[in-house]
């Protein structure tokens, strides 16, 4: 089970945290990753982190704003949210994948089993 939590609301080039638990096995969660939805869009990815290595990926969009990471004694994974805009406002969802994912397969959600049920991201202007 995926538990978001650190949703809000903030002003443009605000900060902003959310957290991710996971509860119950996690022997089997090999890359963790936040996508996110915008009323009206697709669902899209905005980063990954590798559970074993912490190796991270983002989209081009978030780069130098956002930061992945996890915390492997509490189960948790965290997006550190730096410089909001507008256009960051979306239900933001985690996801856990059984495979070791990669710079190409890393942001493909079929790749991902499980999702928690989102936590909403506002930023106003």
């Known amino acids: 089970q995926l538990v978001e939590s650190g949703g809000g609301l903030v002003q443009a080039g605000g900060s902003l945290r959310v957290s991710c638990a996971v509860s119950g096995r996690t022997d089997s969660v090999n890359t963790m990753a936040w996508f996110r939805q915008a009323p009206g869009d697709d669902r899209e990815s905005v980063a990954a982190v590798r559970w074993s290595d912490g190796t991270t990926y983002y989209v081009d969009s978030v780069k130098e704003r956002f930061t992945i990471a996890r915390d492997n004694a509490k189960n948790t994974m965290y997006l550190q949210m730096n410089s909001l805009t507008p256009k960051d406002t979306a239900v933001y969802y985690c996801?856990?994948?059984?495979?070791?994912?990669?710079?190409?397969?890393?942001?493909?959600?079929?790749?991902?089993?499980?999702w928690g049920q989102g936590t909403q991201v506002t930023v106003s202007s």
């Open positions: 996801a856990t994948a059984r495979g070791r994912l990669s710079s190409g397969s890393w942001y493909i959600s079929s790749n991902y089993g499980y």
